[in-house]
């Protein structure tokens, strides 16, 4: 079993910078995608960022250029760098493990609010 823990939100001005990582633990196989998802009140759960064994990245257009993902395979660890944040960026951030093999498990989330 896989679990998941986040850590890293809180609150930020428009324009700030906020570094989420999310930490796996338990029986991982050895090839996984990792990924981040969103959810703003109200609104649908969204695809953010995702990144491969191999570390060959993917990002929702409106993150594009503002948001790294990266990983670490010896620690089983993704990170997510959040630059230029603004408003529409507020939301409760998941993380997501997806095994080549077997069912993906989500984390517990970790909130992220932009304001002034």
């Known amino acids: 079993q896989v679990k998941l823990v986040e850590s890293g939100g809180g609150l930020v001005q428009p324009g700030g910078s906020l570094r989420l990582s999310c930490a796996a633990s338990g029986t991982i196989s050895s090839v996984y995608n990792l990924a981040w998802f969103r959810q703003a009140p109200g609104k649908q759960r969204e695809f953010v960022a995702a990144i491969t064994t191999a570390g060959v990245p993917n990002y929702l257009l409106s993150v594009k250029g503002r948001f790294t993902i990266s990983r670490d395979n010896d620690k089983n660890t993704v990170h997510l760098q959040m630059n230029a944040l603004n408003p529409d960026d507020t939301g409760v951030y998941y993380c997501?493990?997806?095994?080549?093999?077997?069912?993906?498990?989500w984390g517990q989330g970790t909130q992220v609010t932009v304001s002034s």
């Open positions: 997501k493990l997806t095994p080549t093999f077997g069912s993906a498990t």
